[in-house]
């Protein structure tokens, strides 16, 4: 019996345009106790927004989490898998 993705994919995603501010993008991650936000164009993904990315990228440069947008700072170069690979496939793809 093999595992899945999708066995470990949780539900509570968060889509976020790419022009809300970083403020904004944390307090939905801590009402929804989250360590991410997905980040969008057009409705299309583009990013994640992630606690390091807070971090590293505004909290460490002294930027106002306020004026900045999620989509100067997401990571962008994302690798995904189907919700249906194996566990298997995902970590060879790791």
Do not use: W, Y
Request: charged share 25%.
């Amino acid at each position: 019996m093999s595992c899945t993705v999708a066995e470990f994919v949780r539900e509570s995603l968060i889509f976020l345009n790419e022009k809300v501010s970083v403020a904004e993008g944390v307090n939905q991650m801590v009402e929804r106790n989250l360590g991410s936000v997905i980040v969008t164009r057009n409705e299309e993904v583009i990013g994640l927004f992630t606690e390091q990315d807070l971090l590293k990228r505004v909290v460490g440069h002294n930027l106002n989490p306020a004026e900045v947008p999620l989509g100067d700072i997401c990571t962008r170069r994302l690798v995904s898998i189907p919700a249906e690979a194996s566990c298997r496939e995902a970590v060879l793809k790791m």
